[in-house]
T-cell receptor, first 112, second 115 residues
Framework: SQQGEEDPQALSIQEGENATMNCSYK?????LQWYRQNSGRGLVHLIL?????REKHSGRLRVTLDTSKKSSSLLITASRAADTASYFC????????????FGTGTRLLVSP | NAGVTQTPKFRVLKTGQSMTLLCAQD?????MYWYRQDPGMGLRLIHY???????AKGEVPDGYNVSRLKKQNFLLGLESAAPSQTSVYFC??????????????FGDGTRLSIL
């Protein structure tokens, strides 16, 4: 069963705009991760946020976590065409272990 | 540094045939995983391994077997392929997570079609 659901399923923006993707999950978690997948490639880890953290930054990425609402958001600022990809959230589903449960993903298209 | 390498990249099988997918990592990672990715469903964990000689079932293990005879290799076997196993298969690896969850590193996948 899928733990996370990303919203929206697809997002189309222009270069320079910000992109926000949301992830909702069902069970309590110890941590949540975001991954990027370019077309035809494997997933690449972007950022990890622990359940006791509310916000985390990495370059143009900003992740927030609201455990009371069981949701997380990924913000990409000043998007570039190279950011075109699918983005997935993944949680440990409360196990504290490495077995990740992935969401269904958001497809982001950034047009020049 | 190749990271995680999967072979083959593409394969077409007939129903009932068997095959083995190979995953190799050169990062000395303890943990390795096999996922399948189907349209609209994200990734689902098939089997995983926390060290050489150990394997465990994930979310969707039926119809698959795995082996981890060497630390750097993790094999996924389909004994009798079925059309429902048509999917993209991803292997991943990570450091041991005794004290903190570690990011997983993925290969580029094996696209498997079963007719």
């Amino acid at each position: 069963s899928q733990q996370g659901e990303e919203d929206p399923q697809a997002l189309s923006i222009q270069e320079g705009e910000n992109a926000t993707m949301n992830c909702s999950y069902k069970t309590s978690i110890n941590n949540l991760q975001w991954y990027r997948q370019n077309s035809g490639r494997g997933l690449v880890h972007l950022i990890l946020i622990r359940s006791n953290e509310r916000e985390k930054h990495s370059g143009r990425l900003r992740v927030t976590l609201d455990t009371s609402k069981k949701s997380s958001s990924l913000l990409i600022t000043a998007s570039r065409a190279a950011d075109t990809a699918s983005y997935f959230c993944a949680t440990d589903a409360g196990t504290g272990f490495q077995k990740l449960v992935f969401g269904t993903g958001t497809r982001l298209l950034v047009s020049p | 540094n190749a990271g995680v390498t999967q072979t083959p990249k593409f394969r077409v099988l007939k129903t009932g045939q068997s095959m083995t997918l190979l995953c190799a990592q050169d990062m000395n990672h303890e943990y390795m995983y096999w996922y399948r990715q189907d349209p609209g469903m994200g990734l689902r964990l098939i089997h995983y391994s926390v060290g050489e000689g150990t394997t465990a079932k994930g979310e969707v293990p039926d119809g698959y077997n795995v082996s981890r005879l060497k630390k750097q290799n993790f094999l996924l076997g389909l004994e009798s392929a079925a059309p429902s196993q048509t999917s993209v298969y991803f292997c991943a690896s990570s450091y041991e997570a005794a004290y903190a969850v570690q990011p997983q590193h993925f290969g580029d996948g094996t696209r498997l079609s079963i007719l």
